[in-house]
């Protein structure tokens, strides 16, 4: 059973940054795409970036493309994720997961085990 486990949220002022990590295990982690995720209450969990298994693609949501920077570290087994210029609406919990595929996607479907979720809150 892969596990995934984020680290790295918390409480910062708009226009701030914060990196978040995401460590695997029990996966065979090179093979994968990885995501992140975030999620609010009362919404639907939304893709926030992915990365392909090489590490040499990348995709992202417009909502933050150009403020975040998803990478990895296949020796470490790591995913991390870079926030910078952060806003209020980027308050969320932030979910890291595996994908089923080499290649990234952004729907949910495509992701086999996530992780438990760290949450991030940007005030104003």
């Known amino acids: 059973q892969a596990q995934l486990h984020e680290s790295g949220g918390g409480l910062v002022q708009a226009g701030g940054s914060l990196s978040l990590s995401c460590a695997a295990s029990q996966l065979t982690f090179e093979h994968y795409a990885m995501g992140w995720f975030r999620q609010t209450p009362g919404k639907a969990r939304e893709f926030v970036a992915a990365?392909?298994?090489?590490?040499?693609?990348?995709m992202y949501a417009d909502s933050v493309k150009g403020r975040f920077t998803v990478s990895r570290d296949n020796a470490k087994n790591m995913v991390y994720l870079q926030m910078n210029s952060l806003k209020p609406e980027d308050t969320a919990v932030y979910y890291c997961?595996?994908?089923?595929?080499?290649?990234?996607?952004?729907?949910?479907?495509?992701?086999?085990?996530w992780g438990q979720g760290t949450q991030v809150t940007v005030s104003s």
């Open positions: 997961a595996s994908s089923r595929y080499h290649g990234v996607t952004y729907t949910e479907s495509g992701y086999g085990y």
């Open positions: 990365i392909t298994w090489s590490g040499e693609g990348t």
